[in-house]
Structures are given as C-alpha cells and as structure tokens.
C-alpha cells in the first residue's frame, strides 16, 4: 500500500505544480513556481523568441548545376501598324464611306508591296492608256476605262484575256451583266468600289461639268 | 399597347450590339465557305479581311499565283496552310504572323467586327 500513498503523493503534488504553473496567479509567481524545478527559465517580460532551428548541408555540393538551356523565343513583331481600326480611319473614303483605294495610293497612305519579298520583287509596269466605251446614240453613258489605276493594282493577266478579250469593244459588256457578278462586276462591289453608288467614277458625264 | 412598344423597345436594345458588326464590315470581306464535314467544324469559318491585305500587298502579288479570283475555288485547309501553301505563304512567322495554336481565332472568329 505503500506505493500506492507514494504515487498519489506524486500525482497531487504534480497537479499542484500544474496548477500554479499553468494557471498561476501572477507571472512572478509562476516563475518562481518554474524555477523550483527548470533552469534557465526567462523572468516576467525578459522571453525571447525561440531562434529558429536551420539545417545545415553535411557538406558542400559536389558541382554546381549547370542553368537551363536558354531557348530562343522568335516572337513575331510587326514592323507596320496593326492597330487596324485605327488604320481604317485613317484611309480616304469615298462618298459612301468605302475605301478610295485609288486616292489612298496616290497619296501614299498605303505603300502596298509589290512582291511578297519586296526587296526582290519589281512592280509591274503602269499602263497610262485610257479606254473610251460608248454605248450607241447614249453620250450621256459614256464610259472611260483608265488603265493607270488598275494596272497599279494589278497585272495584265488578272483580266486579259480571262474576263476581257484586248480589243476595245469586244465583249459585250452591259450594266445587266457587270451586276451580275460579270465583266467589272467581278471586281466592282466586291473588293473595288461598288457599282450601285459609284455611277459617276465610269460615266464621268453623269458627275456633271467639273 | 404598352406591352407592345416595350417589346420593341427591348428588342431595338437588344439588337444595338449588332448594329455596329454590321456597320464595320467593309466591302470585300470574305468569310471562306466550307465544304464537306470534319472534324474541326467547331470552329468558326475562316474570316479573310482583304482591305487589312490591300494596305500592305498590291492585287498581283497573290492574284492569281496563290489564289484564285473566285471565293471557294481554292481548296484552301489546313493542313495545307501548314505546308506553306494559301496562308502559309506569308503566315509563317517572317512576313506575317504565324499559323498556330495561339492565333486560331485571329482568322476563325465569329465576330468580325472592327476587321
């Protein structure tokens, strides 16, 4: 029975210690309840923070590691404008607000290429050579073909002789036809200017004297 | 009578965001047709804004060596794009940008408003 009075004496003694240390009245208290039994034990307001523990490598690495391979990046940068919103404002219109292609070459708004290489391409020659279409006893629908803005766009062989034939009054060309997609209209109201409102750019009598 | 001029009213809302779509488009705009069934018909169909074209390359440099004149003669797809043919002939990186996984919508997009 001994042991036993022996391990209770521990016990309550042990929950007294707890007590006074864990919940002690005041800090001094509880420092002087630590100090009985644990060394080096901070006094009230002297705590330090515990230093933190760093590993250090049993010894130094054999190589360095050599860096990632640098791979270079071709990152695609436009030398011209590609603010195409900006772009298209700034291109002359006509007067139903499309592009005046025509004008805008002339006046260098646009430098278009004359080859996908242009350090190795040459243009194709301009042709100054206009072409005078009227239709019997109608002046008035007079047409003037101007060779000189299409061949700065084009070549010969985009018309010749797939859409017109070479001689000047050839083909049987008729506003009918031209909008049904024929003649000028395989250019004029899809990529050129349209054939609905662009009357007086070929029947230059209807836009009036100048 | 009330309810009617609302439904109109929100339905002239409604359709203000398309209004300018329309507006941009500007004359010579293809959207390249598409024939047969694939696999990748998800995607929307090529859009090809020939004035953006037209500012940097003259009519001949791909008429008719690249492209036929006609929309759709071409039979135009990707794998020969890739190949460096159509597209492929300036979209390469160098003359202009190229054709991959990171620029599929600038040509496959279904809003082309504002080129």
């Known amino acids: 029975m001994r042991w036993r009075r022996c391990i209770n004496a521990i016990l309550i003694g042990s929950l007294f210690f707890m007590l006074g240390a864990g919940t002690g009245c005041t800090t001094e208290t509880r420092h002087k309840i630590l100090t009985v039994v644990f060394e080096d034990v901070p006094p009230p307001g002297q705590e330090k923070p515990p230093k933190p523990f760093i590993r250090q490598p049993r010894r130094p690495p054999l190589f360095k590691p050599p860096p990632p391979p640098r791979i270079p990046v071709k990152v695609y940068k436009p030398a011209f404008n590609t603010d195409w919103k900006e772009v298209l404002r700034k291109l002359p219109k006509d007067a139903v607000g499309g592009i005046d292609w025509v004008t805008a070459l002339e006046n260098g708004d646009i430098k278009p290429h004359n080859g996908i290489d242009p350090a190795h391409a040459t243009a194709q020659p301009v042709l100054p050579l206009d072409v005078h279409l009227e239709p019997a006893a109608q002046p008035l629908f007079k047409v003037t073909f101007p060779h000189k803005p299409h061949t700065e766009w084009l070549a010969c062989n985009s018309c010749h002789p797939r859409i017109f034939q070479m001689q000047a009054g050839a083909d049987p060309i008729s506003m009918e036809k031209i909008f049904a997609g024929e003649y000028c209209g395989q250019c004029h109201g899809k990529v050129a200017f349209d054939v609905a409102t662009g009357c007086p750019q070929c029947h230059r009598a209807l836009a009036g004297p100048q | ?115």
């Open chain 2, 1 to 115: 009578m009330m309810c009617r001029v609302a439904t109109v009213l929100l339905l002239l809302v409604s359709a203000g965001p398309l209004v300018p779509a329309y507006c941009a488009g500007v004359l010579g705009d293809i959207t390249i047709p598409r024939k047969g069934t694939d696999s990748t018909d998800f995607m929307p169909q090529a859009f090809f804004p020939h004035w953006i074209h037209r500012t940097r390359f003259k009519c001949y440099v791909c008429h008719d060596a690249l492209f036929q004149m006609k929309v759709g003669a071409d039979p135009i797809n990707m794998d020969a794009v890739r190949e460096g043919r159509y597209c492929g002939v300036c979209h390469d990186g160098k003359t202009a940008f190229t054709v991959g996984f990171d620029t599929c919508e600038r040509c496959h997009r279904a809003d082309n408003s504002g080129s």
